[in-house]
């Protein structure tokens, strides 16, 4: 007999739902709407380590020449933290991680700690934006220093070049954003990207999408995806 048969609810399973990404390719945006939409915790990684560093904590000192580099930091911190972060009570319905597993053996973690919960990744979805774009995206990003508004030389200016709409602070360029950092972020970071895809697809769990269209566009496919996991886009 189900628990349902007698008279008990079945928990609800857990949901762990993974976005894959390059940078640029709007995962955080992403990340954040589904959280809102689905009730589930949106964990990333990228914006840990950044708080971490601004905060001028142990795990900030250790990650930050990692991060300017473009380079990963090592799995080790990054599988402690995303440990942690899990444990935490707001996770306990679920997560969207964001960011993480960047390696296969971070996958490979994830996947042991989880099977310690008897739970797994449920659905892995890939936004995919061709590399040139990416760089256009990123290297246009403008950010101002007082107020924090985001801007974008291309598709959202400021009304006078290179000043902020909202205080007339001069605009700037994150140092993670400048081309360079960011081909080299696409260069260092894509093939392990890949290798965690390949990973997750030898269990049939990745679904892709494009990441071209309208942000709205993204959230509404990755829904739908994630609503039919027969999908036959992966
Ligand atoms: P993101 O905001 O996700 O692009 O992450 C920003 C930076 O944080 C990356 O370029 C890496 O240096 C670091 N980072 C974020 N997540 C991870 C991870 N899972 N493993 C290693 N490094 C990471």
């Known amino acids: 007999m189900t628990d349902a048969g007698r ?39 990228g914006d840990l380590f950044r708080g971490a560093v601004r905060a001028g904590t142990e795990l900030g000192r250790q990650a930050e020449a990692f991060m300017q580099r473009g380079d990963l930091v090592p799995d080790q911190i990054s599988v402690a933290l995303i440990g942690e972060q899990l444990a935490l009570p707001d996770a306990a319905p679920g997560v969207i991680l964001d960011g993480f597993p960047r390696t296969v053996a971070q996958a490979e973690a994830l996947d042991a700690m989880l099977a ?3 739970t797994a990744v449920e659905q892995v979805i890939s936004i995919e934006v061709p590399d040139e774009e990416l760089v256009r995206r990123v290297a246009g990003r403008r ?12 598709s959202d200016p400021p009304s006078r070049p290179g000043v902020c709409d ?50 709205h566009r993204v959230t509404e496919e990755i829904l739908r995806t994630l609503a039919d996991p027969a999908d036959p886009a992966a």
Do not use: F, N, W
Request: glycine letters at 12%; proline letters at 7%; a positive charge.
């Open 7 to 45: 008279g008990r609810m079945a928990p609800r399973p857990r949901r762990i739902l993974l976005l894959v990404a390059p940078v640029g390719a709007g995962k955080g945006t992403q990340a954040r709407a589904l959280g809102e939409r689905l009730g589930l915790a949106h964990l990333a990684t």
């Open 116 to 118: 310690g919960q008897r």
């Open 143 to 154: 950010v101002c220093p007082t107020c924090g508004t985001p801007y974008h030389l291309d």
């Open 166 to 215: 909202r205080d007339g602070t001069a605009l700037v360029q994150r140092a993670d954003d400048r081309e360079d950092v960011v081909r080299a972020r696409l260069a260092r970071q894509g093939p392990p990207m890949q290798d965690v895809l390949a990973h997750y697809r030898q269990r049939g769990l990745v679904r892709s999408v494009d990441g071209r269209q309208a942000i």
